[in-house]
């Protein structure tokens, strides 16, 4: 397309420096601005303002109420070195995303791609079920009520009436039952906008693709996935990919409301509720932004290592 | 090797083998149980009289059913100071500019950085997927202070304002453009002389319909389960959300009440969702969409 307009152009970009022929394009794009120009006012006094303060700040010290007071490196030292319980939320943190990002990011794509050659009206039903339990806030508070520590919880009553077990188990409370039963949870609540992403996504493709590739020897559903589908679809992978990770390594708000805060022991303390714990609760906020740094350039590297898994797609 | 083209619902489906068709159909039962039976089990607790609620072994069906806990929680909601009506409008205000406005601005930018270029456009890309790795919890901080600011903190703008530029939806749009619309049909329709936003509305939106139906699901989702907030302190600016959950936390008495809650919470979202639903197949099923 830019070797089109070249062409066009009667000027070519060899006869200007950079920053006249920037220029140029700019003004040759003001429609392009007029149509981000409000989305990324909004962006940037919203969203990179407030990042950029918050990297500033994990630098000092800030309780709100007095000035920040640059501190150096010292945070970061203090993070790594001197807290213990920030090393147990990070280990629980990266179980937590290794087991729930890929299984609900695998899954989303399965079952998407499933249910999109079912009928148009089953598939709308099928796809409302998937999905259901991701709509509503709070609708994850059932499994506290199915796992409740007493014996009218359904899943307690259940087993003490077949003689499985003689007393109640203090399931959120346990430290053996608390990281599997979060994980269930959280996979029960993960089919969200990533799936419905894939859905839509399966949806928009070019349906000749596949004749085209059914005549070229594609033989089954598997080779049409990897050849045809997985291909088309990267920009949804990639899309999906992202959410993955930011809900898996920012889970903890069903924890919190499943087991309490702090869980029993930490033993499901992630970094988001580190991060949670000093900012809203101590006022450390200069600690706080240290500690949602360090969580941004995980999940920047994790983003990474998927951006090249996904090139690989297909070929 | 023979290839066998068959059809089944009006399209063309190929290379299928029923061992395949079996398994998955498996796979599916057993996930979707899986969703549902939880779902299932709200239902049936916020049909459930108080006597069923509190018996030994507990069951997963209710007996008798009966909408005890749904009166319960009207007559509830009708001892608070500000009406619920007031709750009610509040959501569905913030909801539906919130979502229009972000349906609007992040499609139009989206199509910007997906279709058009222009100097500028890798990086602002780069810095909204960034961004959203970025935990906000830290960022409320400067949030107050510029909403304090602008004077917003306290009315419904502090909600709405910030929820017109969420990055998801622009990031799923933008995907979307990329795959589905071709720049071949844009640059014809340039060719005849459309201008940028009229190619915009009338050839790339069409195209992906299914991508904001997806947007306006997922906005709505986010701003109807919008719960407490700090930037909001007057009583009667509160949420639907909100104010619901504050009757619920009552106690035990209120188990049900609880159940019928989410019930309640949980329907508006997904009647939105099966009208987004039965239109995006509506739209599918017209096909004539690539080309």
Same mark, same amino acid.
């Given at each position: $397309?830019?070797?089109?307009?070249?062409? %066009?152009?009667?000027?070519?970009? %060899?006869?200007?420096?950079?920053?006249?022929?920037?220029?140029?394009? $700019?003004?040759?794009?003001?429609?392009?601005?007029? $149509?981000?120009?409000?989305?990324?006012?909004?962006?940037?006094?919203?969203?990179?303002?407030?990042?950029? /303060?918050?990297? /500033?700040?994990s630098f000092t010290e800030f309780n709100l109420l007095e000035w920040p007071k640059m501190v150096g490196v010292d945070n970061y030292v203090r993070l790594f070195l001197d807290d213990e319980i920030f090393i147990l939320a990070c280990k629980n943190t990266l179980i937590f995303a290794a087991?729930?990002?890929?299984?609900?990011?695998?899954?989303? /794509?399965?079952?998407? !791609?499933?249910?999109?050659?079912?009928?148009?009206?089953?598939?709308?039903?099928?796809?409302?079920?998937?999905?259901?339990?991701?709509?509503?806030?709070?609708?994850?508070?059932? !499994?506290? +009520?199915?796992?409740?520590?007493?014996?009218?919880? !359904?899943?307690?009553?259940?087993?003490?009436?077949?003689?499985?077990i003689d007393t109640p188990i203090l399931w959120f409370q346990d430290e053996a039952y608390i990281m599997p039963l979060c994980c269930v949870v959280a996979l029960w609540t993960s089919l969200g906008t990533a799936f419905l992403s894939f859905i839509a996504g399966l949806q928009t493709i070019d349906k000749?693709?596949?004749?085209?590739?059914?005549?070229?020897?594609?033989?089954?559903?598997?080779?049409?996935? !990897?050849?045809?589908?997985?291909?088309?679809?990267?920009?949804?992978?990639?899309?999906?990919?992202?959410?993955?990770?930011?809900?898996?390594?920012?889970?903890?708000?069903?924890?919190?409301?499943?087991?309490?805060?702090?869980?029993?022991?930490?033993?499901? #303390?992630? +970094? $988001? #509720? #580190?991060?949670?714990?000093?900012?809203?609760?101590?006022?450390?906020?200069?600690?706080?932004?240290?500690?949602?740094?360090?969580?941004?350039?995980?999940?920047?590297?994790?983003?990474?290592? +998927?951006? %090249?898994?996904?090139? %690989?797609?297909?070929? | 090797?023979?290839?066998?083209?068959?059809?089944?619902?009006?399209?063309?489906?190929?290379?299928?083998?029923?061992?395949?068709?079996?398994?998955?159909? &498996?796979?599916?039962?057993?996930?979707?149980? =899986?969703?549902?039976?939880?779902?299932?089990?709200?239902?049936?607790? *916020?049909?459930?009289?108080?006597?069923?609620?509190?018996?030994?072994?507990?069951?997963?069906?209710?007996?008798?059913?009966?909408?005890?806990?749904? *009166?319960?929680?009207?007559?509830?909601?009708?001892?608070?100071?500000?009406?619920?009506?007031? @709750?009610?409008?509040?959501?569905?205000?913030?909801?539906?500019?919130?979502?229009?406005?972000?349906?609007?601005?992040?499609?139009?930018?989206?199509?910007?950085?997906?279709?058009?270029?222009?100097?500028?456009?890798?990086?602002?890309?780069?810095?909204?997927?960034?961004?959203?790795? =970025? @935990?906000?919890?830290?960022?409320?901080?400067? @949030?107050?202070?510029?909403?304090?600011?602008?004077?917003?903190?306290?009315?419904?703008?502090?909600?709405?304002?910030?929820?017109?530029?969420?990055?998801?939806?622009?990031?799923?749009?933008?995907? =979307?453009?990329?795959?589905?619309? *071709?720049?071949?049909?844009?640059?014809?329709?340039?060719?005849?002389?459309?201008?940028?936003?009229?190619? &915009?509305?009338?050839?790339?939106?069409?195209?992906?319909?299914?991508?904001?139906?997806?947007?306006?699901?997922?906005? &709505?989702?986010?701003?109807?389960?919008?719960?407490?907030?700090?930037?909001?302190?007057?009583?009667?600016?509160?949420?639907?959300?909100?104010?619901?959950?504050?009757?619920?936390?009552?106690?035990?008495?209120?188990?049900?009440?609880?159940?019928?809650?989410?019930?309640?919470?949980?329907?508006?979202?997904?009647?939105?969702?099966?009208?987004?639903?039965?239109?995006?197949?509506?739209?599918?099923?017209? *096909?004539?969409?690539?080309?």
């Open positions: $397309m830019s070797q089109n307009e070249a062409v %066009k152009r009667p000027v070519s970009r %060899k006869d200007m420096t950079k920053w006249q022929w920037t220029w140029k394009e $700019m003004k040759r794009n003001k429609t392009a601005y007029l $149509m981000v120009g409000p989305f990324m006012i909004l962006f940037f006094v919203f969203t990179v303002l407030p990042v950029a /303060f918050s990297i /500033f700040l087991i729930t990002g890929p299984v609900s990011y695998i899954l989303s /794509f399965l079952i998407a !791609w499933f249910i999109n050659e079912l009928p148009p009206k089953i598939r709308a039903v099928v796809t409302l079920i998937f999905y259901a339990p991701s709509i509503s806030g709070s609708v994850y508070m059932v !499994w506290s +009520i199915m796992f409740s520590g007493d014996s009218y919880g !359904w899943v307690n009553g259940t087993l003490m009436n077949l003689g499985i000749s693709l596949f004749e085209a590739a059914a005549v070229d020897g594609i033989r089954n559903r598997w080779q049409e996935l !990897w050849y045809i589908t997985l291909p088309t679809m990267r920009p949804q992978l990639m899309f999906g990919a992202v959410l993955a990770i930011t809900q898996s390594f920012g889970f903890g708000g069903v924890v919190t409301a499943l087991c309490g805060f702090p869980s029993l022991n930490y033993c499901a #303390h992630t +970094i $988001m #509720h #580190h991060l949670d714990d000093y900012g809203g609760q101590r006022f450390e906020v200069g600690y706080s932004s240290t500690i949602a740094v360090v969580l941004f350039v995980i999940m920047l590297g994790s983003n990474m290592i +998927i951006k %090249k898994a996904l090139s %690989k797609v297909g070929q | 090797m023979a290839k066998k083209l068959r059809t089944r619902n009006h399209k063309v489906v190929l290379n299928r083998s029923a061992g395949g068709d079996a398994g998955i159909s &498996f796979f599916l039962i057993l996930m979707g149980a =899986f969703m549902f039976l939880p779902m299932l089990y709200v239902i049936m607790q *916020s049909l459930k009289p108080l006597d069923e609620l509190w018996m030994f072994p507990p069951r997963f069906y209710v007996m008798n059913p009966t909408l005890e806990n749904f *009166s319960d929680l009207f007559s509830l909601m009708n001892t608070s100071w500000v009406p619920f009506s007031r @709750h009610i409008f509040n959501t569905v205000l913030i909801t539906a500019a919130g979502t229009l406005g972000n349906l609007v601005l992040a499609s139009m930018a989206a199509y910007a950085l997906a279709k058009l270029n222009f100097p500028g456009r890798k990086w602002m890309f780069e810095m909204i997927v960034m961004s959203l790795m =970025f @935990h906000s919890t830290v960022n409320q901080v400067t @949030h107050f202070i510029l909403l304090t600011a602008f004077r917003m903190v306290d009315t419904y703008l502090a909600i709405i304002v910030p929820a017109l530029a969420t990055t998801m939806g622009l990031y799923l749009m933008k995907q =979307f453009m990329e795959s589905s619309v *071709s720049d071949a049909v844009l640059e014809s329709a340039r060719l005849d002389g459309a201008s940028e936003f009229r190619t &915009f509305l009338t050839i790339a939106m069409p195209m992906v319909k299914p991508a904001w139906l997806t947007l306006i699901i997922e906005s &709505f989702k986010g701003l109807w389960n919008t719960g407490a907030s700090i930037y909001i302190q007057s009583e009667q600016l509160k949420s639907f959300n909100y104010a619901i959950q504050q009757i619920v936390n009552g106690g035990v008495a209120r188990a049900g009440a609880g159940a019928a809650a989410t019930v309640i919470t949980m329907v508006v979202p997904i009647a939105v969702f099966v009208v987004s639903q039965s239109n995006i197949i509506e739209t599918m099923g017209s *096909s004539g969409m690539k080309d």
